[in-house]
């Protein structure tokens, strides 16, 4: 057997631990302590610690081991860090995900070092909801995770989150920038400190006053800013100072960390430094050659995102050529923006050497249309909003990619699993650890997916085809990704397509009665 990466001589681990948590844990068992004499209490403690730190021990070395991974001698008693950087809005383009115009270097060299997914897909394609859905390892209901202000603490106070089972496991947890959505959400249970974001600023805060001169009737200025600033001047250039800073102070500290780092854009507005608008020449930017509606969707139910209309448009009219290339060069120029930002964290890790004990996880919170059948955003389950970016790298562990169905909630027991830390009975997502082993495995039969309140739809995602239930209309859509990827034709009325459209129809029921909740209704031949 090799050697784990970060369990490598559990004996001496555990003893070491022993010795360090006989004065330091707080969270031994209580029951009946109190009739204990104090050598019994000690002793009794002891064996509950050396029990529990072998099984976690052992089990992160079988774990680690069975991915291949060897380990130098002096990762040693260490349990592994966890970098996670969320990015607001970031769709699968990437030059890794072969989004050829993107200049993304920093986040296709962590791709090429760790295992790309490429078919990862949020649970709800907005951000409040899709943050909690992961955070909480738990799929959405018409009852819970159902808009951007969904909040764990008010629909799921129960359920532990990600950071909290690793606070209580021993480890700092710190959350810079946008993580969860309401910053306030969980904050005392799941952080080690308070939530951190940049003070008196926003993420459609400007850095030029001229991007404030017209506003839109929401009171929001231009939708665009080519900013004559540094990178520090924005938001997100404050949370990767603070994120350097945090790494810097956890190094010297030496307790194991599970840091987030949650930039904004390229959300809306697209608001970044001139030297990354400048990286593209606006007139080579392609456009969407499907800037229509799908023929046949449910034009009363399929809608694009309405977001972008909270701001001022300049002089561009909305749907010309010149509009359409000037939203993709914003939103180009933001991604190669925090992409700058991504590589600077990850150079003051490997600067401080915790790269070889830090698990990464980069992702994005769901997709986003750039025009295509005239969307931009996200906000309905089509393709474009509910695939997501995933990248897990693992230190000195060189991976690939796969193309195996995932979803955003499997994060929570992937991580937990990789740090030999105990997944919650809440969690509904599956470990991606398998994954790790051999990529190439199949691993969900569908992906699941809703949006809606007013409208809810419900999605199921596989490997050839894309079908969404509208529940109160009983409208269906259904894509053939394989021979129609743009999502341009609904097959869901095709004849050709009917046994497909029923084997749809049943993976949804399964997914949504996985999901639990109410499950009133159900998708019927003829709607």
């Known amino acids: 057997m090799k050697t784990s990466l970060f369990f490598g001589k559990p004996c001496c681990q555990a003893w070491y631990h022993i010795s360090r948590w006989r004065v330091r844990s707080t969270d031994a068992p209580t029951q009946c302590e109190s009739d204990l004499p104090g050598a019994r209490k000690r002793a009794r403690h002891e064996r509950w610690l050396l029990s529990k730190l072998i099984g976690t021990s ?124 309401s910053q306030s959400d969980t904050a005392e249970r799941s952080w080690s400190e308070p939530p951190w974001r940049p003070e008196g600023w926003r993420s459609r805060t ?7 001169a017209r506003l839109s009737e929401r009171g929001r200025g231009l939708i665009y800013e080519i900013g004559e600033v540094p990178d520090s001047e924005y938001t997100d250039g404050r949370i990767a100072a603070r994120t350097i800073e945090d790494l810097q102070r956890l190094k010297d500290a030496g307790e194991p960390f599970m840091l987030f ?42 809608r694009g995102s ?14 010309s050529d010149a509009f359409h290339r000037m939203m993709r060069h914003g939103y180009l120029a933001s991604v190669s923006y925090v992409d700058q930002l991504v590589g600077n964290v990850m150079a003051e890790l490997e600067r401080l050497g915790l790269r070889q004990n830090t698990i990464i996880v980069l992702w994005g919170d769901h997709g986003f249309h750039l025009g295509e059948h005239d969307f931009w955003g996200k906000h309905n389950t089509m393709h474009l909003s509910t695939r997501v970016p995933l990248i897990l790298s693992l230190p000195n562990k060189q991976l690939t990619s796969t193309s195996a169905l995932v979803e955003s909630s499997d994060l929570f027991p992937t991580l937990c699993e990789l740090a030999g830390v105990a997944i919650p009975d809440t969690v509904q997502g599956k470990s991606l650890v398998p994954l790790l082993k051999n990529p190439g495995q ?17 999605a199921v995602i596989t490997e050839r085809y894309n079908y969404t239930w509208y529940a109160k209309s009983g409208a269906e859509m ?50």
Not at 306 to 319: L, M
């Open 206 to 212: 400007p850095a030029m006053e001229s991007t404030m």
């Open 261 to 302: 780092c949650g930039f904004y854009r390229p959300h809306l507005p697209f608001y970044a430094p001139k030297k990354y608008w400048d990286l593209y020449d606006r007139e080579s930017i392609e456009l969407a050659d499907n800037r229509y509606f799908p023929r046949g969707a449910p034009h009363g139910d399929l």
């Open 442 to 458: 199949n691993f969900r039969e569908a992906a699941y997916s809703r949006f809606g309140v007013e409208r809810p739809g419900l």
């Open 58 to 181: 052992l089990g992160g070395i079988l774990l680690l081991a069975s991915v291949g991974t060897a380990a130098p001698a002096s990762a040693a008693y260490q349990r592994p860090n966890i970098l996670f950087l969320c990015i607001d809005d970031l769709a699968p383009q990437l030059g890794a995900y072969g989004a050829a115009q993107v200049k993304s270097p920093h986040m296709d060299r962590l791709a090429e070092a760790g295992l790309r997914f490429d078919r990862a897909y949020c649970q709800v394609p907005v951000c409040g909801a899709s943050r909690v859905s992961l955070m909480t390892g738990m799929l959405p209901t018409s009852e819970r995770f159902t808009n951007y202000r969904s909040k764990a603490d008010e629909d799921v106070p129960h359920a532990p989150t990600l950071p909290e089972v690793f606070r209580k496991a021993g480890y700092t947890t710190i959350s810079n920038g946008k993580v969860f959505h």
């Open 306 to 319: 309405e977001e972008f209309w909270a701001y001022h448009h300049g002089d561009y009219d909305v749907g």
């Open 478 to 527: 259904l894509y053939d990704l394989e021979k129609d990827p743009g999502e341009n034709r609904n097959v869901a009325g095709d004849p050709a397509y009917a046994e497909a459209l029923k084997e749809m129809r049943a993976l949804l029921v399964k997914r949504r009665a996985e999901a639990g909740g109410p499950q009133q209704g159900a998708p019927k031949e003829g709607k």
